[in-house]
Structures are given as C-alpha cells and as structure tokens.
C-alpha cells in the first residue's frame, strides 16, 4: 500500500506541475474571472482523474506528458462540474475541499461564468491536441461526449429530476451514476488508449473497468454522506438525505451498499486480470476507493 500510495502522490506531483505550467501562460480579464477561474482549479482535491490518466499511459507504455494537456482538460471539466454543483440552484453547498465554494466567495453570477470558462477552456484544450492526429483526435472526442448531454450533464439533469421522486429506483440510479459519474472516470482510463490506438478489445476492458470504478466511487460517496464528517470531506454531510436525493444509501440502505461497493471492486478486479499488461496500480486504486474516508 505504502508503494501504490507513494506512485499516486507521485503522479499527482507530476499533474500540479503540468497545471501550473498551463496556468503560468494564460491571463483572463478581468480580474475577477482569472481569479474565480484559478480558486477552484488549485484548492486540491485527490486528482484521481489525472493521475488514473497518467497511470494508464504508463501501464501502456507511454508517458504522462503524452496525454498532460488532456489530463488538465478533464480535471478542468470536473471541476466546473463540482463549481456549478454547488450552486445554490444545484446541491447547493457551501463548501468544497474544505474551502468556501466558488459562488460564496465570488458570488452567483461570477461561479456560473467561471465554470462556463473552466468548460470552454477544456474544449479549447481537446481541440489544439487533435492537432496532433486522428488518435488525439479520438481521444478529444470522447472526453467531448462523456462530459456532454450524452454523458455528465445528462447524469446531473436526472439528478435533478428524480430528487425526492416516490417512483424512480433502480434503473434511474444506475443511469444517473452511469453519466455522471462514471463516464468520467472512463475517459481518465481510455483517453490514453485512444492515444496510443489501442485495438477495440483494450478499449473496451478499460472502459468496463473504469464503469465499475465510477459505480464503486459513488455508492462510497452516497455511504459517506451518512457516515462521513466535515474535516475528512471538505463538504457538507448528510444533505442526500435531507433533499430527498436518489442515492443508493436510500435505495437500499448502508449495509446493502457495502456489499454492493465490494461487489463493484470485484468486478474492476476481474477486468483488470483480462489485460495484457500490468495493472496492480489500478487494483489498489479500487480498493482504496472501496475504503476511502474521503
């Protein structure tokens, strides 16, 4: 564990320094939006995007700087998400990270601009990489889709929509992870992939693992939303429950849910057996996110 934990941080090192290189070469005017622009991109956070990113283009024998400015795109992308998430016409939350949320520090109307720039920014990004050729240009492609209203934003929308519904169950929840969640955590693992044109067979094994990820990923988020604290999270606990949300806690309750994360770490584990490459840093990721306090 100490290993796997010592190689994250490492690949997390190494995405501060390609973020900050590409913070050092823009300026936004005025002031106010590069200042709201930047607040959310550098108050932390686990990364775990990127550094999945960097660790699959090792696994498959490339380099991180190989797929750098499309790890600071996606990292970009989710945190416009979590900026808007927080609006008080979304989840409506206070802090992230343990910091002010973007729209109480900047006000409303200011977080909505400095999402919509994190999101044009990212794009602008994919569009300069597909430069590169037909595989950047897949590449760019798919995080396109996955972030868009075939993807996260459509996972938001339902989130919004079944909240405090008697009626939706299963099949809801799972479309709401699937997009809002999970496809995410599938560009961070098949970006590189298309990249380094990897055949449908990989692509596909990478995809599946990082589905499973994204389920295991949020049934720990929706269990730590009733077990978690402020120190740890850097957010506010147990508004699932108090805005009626259609988590899985409330579908099937904690102790369901446990079984359930472990269940989805086991599927990731038989994906990762299927590669033909050597994938233990992507094993030890699961299983830190099945027992993560944070």
């Not at 490492?10 to 622009?37: H, N, R």
């Not at 696994?59 to 808007?84: C, N, R, W």
């Not at 996972?155 to 999970?182: C, H, M, P, W």
């Amino acid at each position: 564990m100490e290993n796997f934990t010592q190689q994250y941080n490492a690949y997390k090192g190494i995405f501060e320094a390609a973020l900050s290189d590409y913070l050092s070469k823009i300026t936004l005017s005025p002031p106010v939006l590069q200042e709201s622009f930047r607040y959310s991109l550098q108050i932390g956070g686990k990364r775990l995007r990127p550094v999945l990113m960097f660790a699959c283009a090792r696994m498959l024998g490339g380099k991180e700087q190989d797929v750098a400015p499309f790890a600071v795109a996606l990292e970009m992308i989710h945190t416009y998400s979590l900026v808007h998430d927080d609006l008080p016409g979304m989840d409506n939350d206070d802090f992230r990270r343990g910091q002010p949320s973007n729209h109480k520090k900047f006000g409303v109307g200011q977080a909505i601009l400095a999402g919509d720039a994190l999101l044009n920014e990212a794009y602008a990004l994919c569009f300069q990489e597909s430069r590169r050729g037909r595989t950047y240009l897949n590449a760019a492609e798919q995080i396109c889709l996955n972030a868009g209203a075939r993807g996260m934003i459509a996972g938001q929308a339902a989130d919004l929509f079944y909240e405090g519904s008697e009626t939706a169950g299963k099949s809801e929840a799972e479309f709401i992870v699937r997009n809002k969640t999970a496809k995410m955590l599938v560009s961070a693992v098949t970006v590189p992939a298309y990249v380094y044109g990897m055949d449908e067979n990989i692509l596909s094994l990478l995809a599946e693992y990082g589905k499973n990820l994204g389920f295991l990923f949020q049934i720990t988020d929706d269990m730590l939303d009733v077990s978690g604290n402020f120190e740890k999270l850097g957010k506010t606990v147990g508004k699932d429950e108090r805005e009626n949300k259609l988590s899985y806690v409330r579908l099937y309750g904690m102790e369901e849910c446990r079984s359930m994360a472990e269940h989805y770490c086991g599927i990731c584990e038989k994906v990762l057996d299927a590669l033909p490459f050597e994938s233990d840093f992507f094993m030890e990721t699961a299983r830190s996110v099945l027992k993560r306090e944070y």
